[in-house]
């Protein structure tokens, strides 16, 4: 088993809630290489790790040692790189978990940590958010928390980075060509994928309608055939394409704070296809261009709809942000066009499994 380090920020262990402490007492094995820090001064030296990070929030929905670890983390940014982690957090009230567990994730990504997909096990208040889980499995809320957690540690442990002979990226987006800065980045980028295969599909002039909640098993039963209720390009253009690619990178101009309506509707609809199979071998990367501000918003939508949510794989730094206003005012930032290199290089590197540390391993696609 390899070792997992995991990351409690606490003042002192018994400031973890009970609760939290019970669950991971029965979820973890007894036997299990276990290495824990409390303190943000105790992250040093944990590049190429397996971490599982466990965060307690108290009743203002806060853990002061949490968000001193935040700080480093954010101010170190090759501090877990070739890293592998998964997220646990823990609530009073039924809010504030997704939200930390976002902007850790986001933070700790551009430290140089990839995630799995579905990296988070969030416990709000009531545990109602266990609900569909445990009735699926025929336990009460409690026990669907701690087999979720089981797993978590399991699936980073088990973590191996796919690998693509012969990869393609998938790339999906509603720009306009002529004015959009989304898409003259991405045309900085597309020339250094050399060895990738790119698919184009632009989400544009309503091809894509957004979910709007057919009942599951009305949902299963065309999940089954490979097909949503509504139909549509989605169907029978993104669905195909999702299913035969390495990788799916986004071109996410910021709409308010938020993915365009077309790139959300895209998300929702996923939902049909997931539920044949999920998409834990396929990696995920995304452009934000903002602009003003708010790039790490739009990201980490990306990160709860796609990683948490749809199971894609995280790889580090999955996104590249910029900001620029005026169409074609992108090209005017110094060193835009290294960054874009550099960002192709790096979806090479992790479609090739190259980005992974040699004890991770491969799974050869």
Same mark, same amino acid.
């Given at each position: 088993?390899?070792?997992?380090?995991?990351?409690?920020?606490?003042?002192?262990?018994?400031?973890?809630? @009970?609760?939290?402490?019970?669950?991971?007492?029965?979820?973890?094995?007894?036997?299990?290489?276990?290495?824990?820090?409390?303190?943000?001064?105790?992250?040093?030296?944990?590049?190429?790790?397996?971490?599982?990070?466990?965060?307690?929030?108290?009743?203002?929905?806060?853990?002061?040692?949490?968000?001193?670890?935040?700080? %480093?983390?954010?101010?170190?940014?090759?501090?877990?790189?070739?890293?592998?982690?998964?997220?646990?957090?823990?609530?009073?009230?039924?809010?504030?978990?997704?939200?930390?567990?976002?902007?850790?994730?986001?933070?700790?990504?551009?430290?140089?940590?990839?995630?799995?997909?579905?990296?988070?096990?969030?416990?709000?208040?009531?545990?109602?958010?266990?609900?569909?889980?445990?009735?699926?499995?025929?336990?009460?809320?409690?026990?669907?928390?701690?087999?979720?957690?089981?797993? /978590?540690?399991?699936?980073?442990?088990?973590?191996?980075?796919?690998?693509?002979?012969?990869?393609?990226? $998938?790339? $999906?987006?509603?720009?306009?060509f002529h004015t959009s800065n989304t898409w003259t980045f991405w045309?900085?980028?597309?020339?250094?994928?050399?060895?990738?295969?790119?698919?184009?599909?632009?989400?544009?002039?309503?091809?894509?309608?957004?979910?709007?909640?057919?009942?599951?098993?009305?949902?299963?039963?065309?999940?089954? %055939?490979?097909?949503?209720?509504?139909?549509? &390009?989605?169907?029978?253009?993104?669905? @195909?394409?999702?299913?035969?690619?390495?990788?799916?990178?986004?071109?996410?101009?910021?709409?308010?704070?938020?993915? &365009?309506?077309?790139?959300?509707?895209?998300?929702?609809?996923?939902?049909?296809?997931?539920?044949?199979? @999920?998409?834990?071998? %396929?990696?995920?990367?995304?452009?934000?261009?903002?602009?003003?501000?708010?790039?790490?918003?739009?990201?980490?939508? =990306?990160?709860?709809?796609?990683?948490?949510?749809?199971?894609? /794989?995280?790889?580090?730094?999955?996104?590249?942000?910029?900001?620029?206003?005026?169409?074609?005012?992108?090209?005017?930032?110094?060193?835009?066009?290294?960054?874009?290199?550099?960002?192709?290089?790096?979806?090479? %590197?992790? =479609?090739?499994?190259?980005?992974?540390?040699?004890?991770?391993?491969?799974?050869?696609?």
């Open positions: 088993m390899n070792r997992i380090e995991i990351i409690c920020p606490a003042e002192r262990p018994e400031a973890v809630s @009970p609760r939290l402490r019970d669950i991971l007492r029965r979820a973890l094995r007894p036997d299990g290489n276990y290495t824990w820090r409390f303190r943000a001064e105790e992250l040093e030296q944990i590049t190429g790790s397996r971490l599982l990070f466990v965060i307690s929030l108290d009743e203002a929905g806060m853990n002061l040692e949490y968000t001193r670890m935040l700080a %480093k983390i954010r101010l170190c940014p090759q501090l877990f790189e070739g890293a592998v982690g998964g997220v646990i957090v823990d609530g009073v009230h039924e809010i504030y978990t997704k939200s930390t567990a976002r902007d850790l994730v986001f933070a700790a990504n551009q430290a140089g940590c990839a995630f799995p997909g579905k990296s988070l096990v969030e416990a709000t208040g009531s545990l109602q958010n266990f609900r569909i889980q445990a009735r699926n499995r025929g336990v009460d809320w409690t026990e669907a928390y701690r087999l979720a957690v089981k797993e /978590l540690a399991e699936n980073i442990c088990s973590y191996r980075a796919p690998r693509y002979d012969k990869p393609n990226l $998938l790339v $999906l987006h509603a720009s306009h045309e900085m980028v597309k020339p250094g994928l050399a060895g990738v295969e790119v698919k184009e599909i632009s989400l544009r002039n309503g091809k894509i309608f957004d979910c709007t909640g057919c009942p599951y098993k009305m949902c299963m039963h065309f999940s089954e %055939k490979g097909s949503c209720y509504y139909g549509g &390009s989605m169907v029978e253009e993104v669905y @195909p394409a999702i299913q035969e690619c390495s990788g799916l990178l986004l071109l996410c101009p910021n709409y308010n704070d938020a993915v &365009s309506a077309n790139i959300a509707a895209f998300i929702n609809r996923l939902t049909s296809l997931f539920r044949k199979k @999920p998409f834990y071998e %396929k990696y995920m990367f995304g452009i934000v261009v903002s602009g003003y501000s708010g790039g790490d918003i739009v990201a980490s939508q =990306l990160i709860s709809g796609l990683n948490m949510n749809k199971a894609f /794989l995280l790889p580090p730094r999955f996104a590249v942000l910029e900001t620029a206003n005026e169409p074609g005012s992108i090209r005017e930032i110094p060193g835009i066009e290294e960054r874009a290199s550099h960002f192709a290089a790096h979806i090479c %590197k992790v =479609l090739a499994g190259m980005e992974a540390e040699p004890d991770h391993g491969h799974l050869t696609k």
